[in-house]
């Protein structure tokens, strides 16, 4: 009814609507004034049944067991017929709230509940925040008011948390800020107990600390049933206790048997993993708020910032004073790959055991590391398709590494003074991750952890520094100090790396690190059970950095030049060119000069040429001032390294091979 529409006829039902209740509520003067008794009868039980409170229809149902209308409203129609008076009847639709999981009519029923006071103020914070005080300076506390109701605790412990993502604190604030006190009583059939006596006629808690000690005790060895099997307490009140010598009497007081808002027993788990007494080998944690190391996240889906993560918060502020979390990460809900919400009665519902079974676990951890958490989250067999191609290129730059350094014991490592310029890079492209890595992984970043190393492994190894430093260690001699150099290198990289995924990549990263370091398998060692490696300092070389930055671009115009060539199928591999490299620009030119071209260029041979190159030299659009006039390589192919050259068959000994392959045979045939 408002002032412009409506009947004019309003009826006011306070036991069964939320405006109704607040308008008897706020009216109780008035009522009282004119003689009217505020007090809201229970007209309806739990049972669905009208109660003695509606005369001549006790017992009557307005809702069935199942869910169905009950008889309920056609005996009180037909009383207004036999009495003469209804005026008229009729139907409308129209809509009224209904059980999201039963899909059923629900009623509102006003009845008694046990409630947490949100504003109220609570003695034991209030002393808390005294001896916080007392703490702190009095010009830093001085206008600080103190914390002593469960909202304010509840506030102040929010502010205290990191919240990842950062919009996390925000929507969590807004839910305490406006949130009304915590109603915790449930009546259902089945629950954790609310294990409280009333004194009957009154509004009187029985707290007696031996009868609180009996009930804990019983329920700690029977479980919950051990409440509700004592139909009236007498197990619990008979006994004596210090302060009623004789016991209490079952008959005056009022066992309560409605159940915990579940909420509230997932809200208490904190205080079975940090500092409990009773269980001190599950977990054991010792907050570095109370002295110890450890820091506590809670990781959970976003809608739990109205579940789990509020109702742990309230519980652990009010008992506490404090939140039982340090961080509190959130994240979003599976969606298949066209973005819609699975089910499983559409048929798009990826499960998690089947990706396992059919890819392995890593590369189900591999797309939830890669994939952006803040926001819900697309899976599906193309999805996942593409996270097994990257997977596989990542583990076959772990096995590479681990052929590599699969007769390498250490013991003629190269210091990193006497390394030469491409492994100092390589180094320093460590250092540089290492940065990246640790500070992504501390900001629960994980999807730049992925991107980082993703392309550090395909770029940065594969295709750039595996691909030159394969001819040195497939074909230089154990002794050569390019050799050692890169199996230092490669080391130091297979290390890092390994221990850089095994977070995310649990099992390849441990599969791998006992494949190279098989010993610790009988000794109980893991990849899990490593810190991340320190790098040294001296490994960040910037100006090393920049000289071969320009060094690759020069080498990606050579590359993109002998494609060109082998395309044209005038060469195969990129060891049968010779080509003329002409730089023109002089940062680049002063950046090239101290390298071997064709050692980068991975060519046979390499001329650096000065001055005006030709017409029809190819040139990048990218990298200015450096052209490619390519060529054939002029000389024989070396069996060994298929390199072509001018000295194969200098050696007698070994006339199918260059001096250098010459040289490391005869080393090797040397150690047999």
């Known amino acids: 009814v408002t002032d412009d529409a409506g009947t004019g006829f309003v009826h006011t039902a306070p036991g069964h609507g939320r405006e109704d209740f607040d308008i008897w509520t706020a009216s109780t003067r008035l009522l009282v004034s004119r003689g009217i008794d505020p007090a809201i009868p229970y ?11 509606a005369p001549g229809f006790e017992g009557e149902r307005v809702i069935t067991d199942k869910g169905e209308k009950g008889k309920a409203n056609d005996a009180v129609i037909k009383a207004l017929a036999d009495s003469g008076m209804m005026v008229a009847r009729g139907r409308l639709k129209h809509q009224y709230p209904h059980s999201w999981r039963s899909k059923k009519p629900v009623i509102f029923r006003n009845t008694p509940q046990w409630f947490i006071h949100m504003d109220k103020a609570i003695p034991f914070l209030e002393e808390m925040s005294k001896a916080e005080r007392a703490h702190k300076s009095a010009s830093a506390g001085h206008n600080q008011p103190l914390t002593k109701t469960l909202r304010e605790t509840s506030l102040k412990s929010i502010r205290e948390t990191e919240w990842v993502p950062a919009s996390g604190q925000n929507r969590i604030t807004g ?10 009583s449930r009546q259902r059939a089945w629950g954790v107990p609310i294990t409280v006596f009333v004194k009957k006629g009154t509004s009187d808690i029985l707290r007696d600390p031996d009868v609180d000690a009996r009930i ?10 051990a409440w509700f099997a004592d139909v009236d ?12 010598p004789e016991g209490y009497d079952p008959a005056a007081y009022e066992k309560i048997n409605d159940v915990l808002d579940v909420w509230f027993d997932s809200g208490s788990t904190h205080t079975y993993v940090i500092n409990d007494p009773h269980f001190p080998g599950l977990m054991g944690l010792k907050r570095k708020v109370d002295g110890g190391d450890d820091t506590v996240m809670y990781l959970e889906g976003s809608d739990q910032h109205r579940g789990w993560f509020h109702s742990s918060l309230i519980e652990s502020s009010g008992t506490r004073g404090r939140a ?56 599906g067999p193309g999805i996942l398709k593409n996270f097994a191609e990257q997977y596989r290129k990542m583990r076959n730059t772990l ?12 013991k003629s490592a190269v210091d990193y003074a006497d390394m030469p310029s491409l492994e100092k890079f390589m180094l320093h492209r460590l250092a540089e991750l290492d940065v990246e890595v640790r500070k992504a992984y501390a900001t629960y970043d994980y999807k730049k952890v992925i991107a980082a190393l993703a392309q550090f492994m395909n770029t940065d190894l594969s295709a750039f520094y595996f691909d030159i430093r394969k001819d040195a260690l497939y074909c230089d001699a154990p002794s050569s100090l390019k050799r050692r150099a890169a199996l230092t290198c490669v080391e130091h990289i297979f290390r890092s790396v390994t221990v850089w995924l095994a977070p995310i990549m649990v099992f390849t990263a441990e599969e791998c690190w006992l494949a190279r370091y098989p010993g610790l398998e009988s000794t109980g060692g893991s990849v899990h059970l490593e810190l991340f ?12 950095a920049e000289t071969w930055d320009k060094i690759r671009r020069v080498r990606r115009v050579v590359t993109g030049a002998l494609e060109i060539e082998r395309a044209n199928k005038r ?9 003329d490299v002409y730089v023109t620009d002089a940062s680049l030119a002063a950046a090239i000069s101290g390298v071997d071209l064709a050692e980068i260029a991975i060519t046979s041979a390499a001329s650096l040429k000065s001055g005006t190159a030709p017409s029809d030299a190819f040139t990048s659009p990218d990298v200015s001032g450096v052209a490619v006039v390519s060529k054939l390589a002029e000389g024989k192919k070396c069996a060994r390294s298929w390199r072509i050259t001018s000295d194969v068959g200098s050696d007698a000994a070994y006339p199918e091979l260059s001096a250098r392959d010459a040289a490391a045979m005869r080393e090797l045939d040397a150690k047999v």
């Open 175 to 184: 839910m305490i800020e406006a949130k009304p006190d915590w109603v915790v």
């Open 233 to 244: 307490g007498a197990r619990f009140l008979k006994a004596p206790t210090k302060l009623v």
């Open 533 to 544: 490696p320190i790098i040294p300092a001296q490994w960040r070389d910037e100006n090393l």
């Open 571 to 579: 060469i195969g591999s990129s060891l049968e060119a010779a080509p």
């Open 216 to 225: 804990y005790a019983a329920m700690f060895a029977e479980g919950a049933d």
């Open 43 to 53: 007209t309806v039980d739990e049972n669905g049944a009208l109660t003695k409170d």
């Open 324 to 379: 039982p979390f340090d961080v509190v990460l959130t994240h979003g809900f599976c969606l298949d790959e066209k973005g819609q919400k699975m089910s499983k009665s559409v048929g798009n519902v990826v499960a998690p055991q089947d990706v396992i079974k059919n890819s392995g676990a890593d590369i189900l951890r591999l797309w939830v590391a890669a994939s952006d958490y803040s926001d819900d989250l697309q899976i």
């Open 399 to 410: 096995r590479w590494m681990l052929g590599t350094l699969g007769h390498y014991d250490g």
